[in-house]
């Protein structure tokens, strides 16, 4: 048996009725995220090391400025995150002969045209290796796709070794296309092609029926926008739209009113 560290948080998200067990072990790993990096890290000189270095995503800054838990904490992230970035840059100016201040890079007057060109194509192509190494970075989405990984190789293991959630899973309402993939490719990672070609089958099985019945739900939410319908019963398809898009795009947090 798996570790019941892991065992128990998927046990128990595939008994909660959703769109995808995976998305509710995504969201319940965000929300001890967002608890983590503004509480504990904070004394934590390793994760503070790695915050500077990373930084987060844009969705897991909104995430964590919306909590409005610890402006503080999230002040001292940025704070330092934003000193070794502005270091980072700087030294990028430094290299090829840039002056701190704006309009003063030191460029000799009589190659104003093809070595000025070349050398702000060197220097726009180096910024940019920068920005893109920056902005392809977030701690949190590292924290969670290593637990994610985790997950699924305990959800093939189970699915294997334990008739109980065998049925749990192929009872399921199927997964998002995001967490899909994810299932897939651990089917690489972590099952023979033994073990693959009876776990595939059943998987793709339970995906294409659930596809279908959201889309008839979404289909039926449609419909009853028809006069002919309006005293038709709304069956499942009430709440169909954001269903779906969960269901098309993976875990997100809708507002209250949708």
């Known amino acids: ?28 790993l965000e929300d001890e995220a967002c608890e983590y990096y503004l509480g504990p890290s904070l004394m934590e000189p390793e994760h503070r090391i790695e ?8 969705k897991h800054f909104e995430l964590l400025y919306n909590r409005q838990e610890n402006r503080l904490g999230m002040g001292l992230i940025i704070d330092t995150h934003m000193q070794k970035l502005n270091k980072e840059i700087e030294s990028i100016g430094r290299n090829h002969n840039i002056s701190q201040n704006p309009g003063t890079a030191s460029v000799s007057l009589k190659n104003i045209f093809a070595p000025r060109k070349k050398q702000s194509s060197t220097l726009a192509c180096d910024i940019l290796s920068k920005i893109s190494q920056i902005i392809s970075k977030c701690s949190m989405c590292d924290k969670i796709n290593y637990t994610m990984d985790r997950y699924i190789d305990v ?23 995001p967490h899909f993939k994810l299932l897939l490719e651990g089917t690489q990672k972590y099952l023979n092609a033994k073990q693959s070609d009876e776990f595939v089958p059943s998987l793709l099985s339970l995906q294409l029926s659930n ?8 289909n ?25 898009i969960q269901k098309l795009a993976g875990f ?6 949708s």
Request: net charge positive; aromatic share 16%; with cysteine.
């Open 1 to 28: 048996m798996k570790e019941k560290i892991y065992t128990i948080p998927v046990t128990d998200a595939f008994r909660e009725p959703s769109e995808c067990a995976l998305c509710v072990l995504e969201k319940k």
């Open 51 to 58: 915050t500077n270095e990373k930084g987060f995503c844009n």
């Open 155 to 177: 959800i093939l293991y189970l699915w294997f070794k334990e008739k109980d959630f065998r049925e749990a899973f192929n009872s399921s309402k199927g997964f998002c296309l």
């Open 211 to 218: 596809l279908k019945r959201i889309q008839e739900e979404v």
């Open 220 to 244: 039926w939410f449609t419909l009853k926008f028809d006069y002919r319908n309006n005293d038709a019963p709304w069956g499942n398809s009430k709440d169909a739209i954001p269903r779906s």
């Open 252 to 257: 997100m947090r809708f507002s209250k009113n």
